[in-house]
């Protein structure tokens, strides 16, 4: 009887210590995930914050052709990638859903607006019509207007996410201490009335 007690009892403690050292490890991969793309996020926001954000590409808009070459033929082409997205992308699943919704709606702009913004210094953006190149300059500053605030509020709830406290792993490891203890103290109970009678028989 013993022995069974024993290996039972080593199994609950091995199983309900692995469920509250998986709870604290999710919970550390998910405020890793959130903090990397609050900070990346960030970053590009700071791009887009710029006095010159909407602002000024509503401004090249209103010059003429052979000024808004001018001062477009500078723009460079951007990065495609994104470090910490590309890293990170297959974890989202330990952010709630509404979240790593937003996260990756967020992405594919920025995303598109890198595309659309590197290829302002082509050729064909150059030979396209007036009313075509105004109407694309006119997109991408309605487009930070618009997303800008959605952006900025994402940045806040994924750093509040990195800083939420860890109730989920707590009550895991409390439950844990208290199963183990609730188990052991059950099979302590029910072994030491199960070799009672030995015992009085010896000691008769």
């Known amino acids: 009887m013993a022995p069974l007690a024993l290996a039972f009892f080593t199994a609950a403690l091995a199983l309900i210590g692995k469920l509250a050292i998986d709870a604290w490890s999710r919970h550390h991969q998910r405020c890793s995930v959130a903090a990397g793309l609050a900070g990346e996020i960030g970053a590009y926001l700071t791009f887009f914050r710029r006095t010159d954000g909407a602002a000024g590409f509503r401004a090249i808009a209103g010059l003429s052709i052979a000024e808004r070459k001018s001062r477009l033929s500078a723009v460079s082409p951007l990065p495609s990638g994104h470090p910490v997205f590309d890293e990170v992308a297959g974890q989202l699943g330990v952010l709630s859903v509404p ?5 990756s709606r967020i ?64 009550v895991a490891t409390g439950v844990a201490i208290v199963a183990v203890g609730l188990i052991g103290g059950l099979i302590w109970y029910f072994g030491f009335f199960a070799d009672a009678p030995g015992r009085i028989v010896c000691a008769e």
Do not use: C
């Open 99 to 103: 979240l790593a919704h937003e996260v």
């Open 107 to 170: 992405y594919n702009i920025v995303t598109g607006m890198r595309l659309i913004i590197g290829n302002l210094s082509s050729d064909r953006f150059a030979q396209s019509h007036d009313a075509a190149q105004k109407g694309i300059l006119e997109f991408i500053a309605s487009t930070i207007d618009t997303e800008l605030p959605n952006a900025n509020t994402l940045v806040v709830a994924l750093d509040g996410e990195s800083r939420r406290w860890p109730w989920k792993p707590v």
